[in-house]
């Protein structure tokens, strides 16, 4: 295990949700796991016009997201943990505001001890990105002379390729590549990470790998919720955009990927670029009409409440076009998955919450057992990213009694089944792995610009064509017409909540 040096973690709009709702409960589990260094402080900065105090009471002692966590330990240990915690108001005319901000780290530096280890945290809206990054360098907070000083950006990371770009330009005109961690929380999830794992450690999938024997690849992320408060941003996103674009894009990487020359951060994502590099882009309106579906859910009753359609939604434009659905058809042009289709799909308000891989496996070459040889009976290597994480193999047995019939059986891993092993929550892992200055599970500048060239036509497509916005009642699978984009090759594997389940017997909850 990597030491953690002494640091202060500097959150930029620490007022705002994801400081309580999920940065402060993981530096919490990292503190009761005993991972923090032994001198390590938390600033929150915001505009809000709170004391530490407040601060403390309000992402620790009365956060409803860490009041299970918090009633079962004692007062002392709260109260250890709080005395890390600190918060800096910021004012509206930040340049001017940045000096005492540095005047406030610098004095907490000395009084605790950190080292001069900075990690400044975006939580900020993306437009406040580059302002902040450079009344930081204006400060003179970004120089490694006595300390290192690393910077964690939060998604949406651009709107699209050119302004993807210009981030990565406006961030570089202020710190070093190295010092840049792009968050996907995707990557933080052990499941994701054991794609390398299942891959890359074991000899009897890797040589199946390819296409001489992967039929195709699906991948599902279904999510139950709506936009919940979430209209007026999503709106101008789109699951294209907050789903696809990162963390779909990301399991594809590690999924189309060649093995890397090591596990180290440089040489994994050498190998992501590449893979990411390789997806064929989508250049004619054909091409794009034919292999990318967009979809809106519409009102509906779900367990006998009425749900909202997107367009009546908060904050949504009421005649958005906006897709809470995408499912996009491509291929990988290179040596390993020539001819290979991969089906994605994302979209928020399907009948369960459910994301997984699905490798389809090609028939055997000769059928000797024809009358059970249907192609739903062909191996699947299914990996269960959430929930019910693990990794099922369906493969073909013989039914007992008198001649060959062949049933599907499963085998199955839980990661439940590691009944002592704790496993770290996304931002936990991410949050840790930054403090150490492993970028391993961080995206590089290019990685997210090459994810963006492979969506910018898609989007621009859906913008500036007639291309369909079909719609699908909440709380089921999608559009109809879905179904299309798979017709002939295969079905979608609608998943249900547990891995094991056979599709068709899902429960909406
Ligand atoms: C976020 C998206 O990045 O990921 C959300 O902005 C989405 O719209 C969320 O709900 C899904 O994350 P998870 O970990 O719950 O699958």
Redesign the pocket.
Known sequence: MDKTANQMLIIFGASGDLTARKLIPAIYNLYKGKHLPENFVVLGASRSNWTDDDFRKNVVKESTYLKDELATVDKDFITDFCDKIFYHVLDKDQDADFGSLNERITQLNKNYATDNNYIFYFSLPPAAYEPTAKNIYDQGLHKEDDGWKRVIVE?PFGYNLETAKNLNNALHRYFKEPQIFRID??LG?ETVQNLLVTRFANSIFEPLWNRNYIHHVEIT?A?S?G?EK?GGY?DK?GALR??FQ??LLQIVSLIIMEPPIGANAEEIRNEKVKALKSLRVMTTDKELHDNTIRAQYVSSVIDGENVKGYREEDGVDPDSTTETYAAIKFFVDNWRWADVPFYVRTA?RMPT?V?EVVIHFKSPHHQIFKESSLNNKDNKLVIRI?PDEGILIKFGVKVPGQGFEVERANLDFYYSSLVDTYVMT?YERLLLDAMQGDATLYARADEVEAAWAFVDPILNFWKNSDAKVYGYSAGVWGPKNADELIDGVSMWRNPCENLADDPGYCVIS
């Open positions: 998604k929380h995707y999830k992320n999510e919720v936009v979430r999503y996103s907050d789903m990162n963390h928020k919450k994301t959430q996304a």
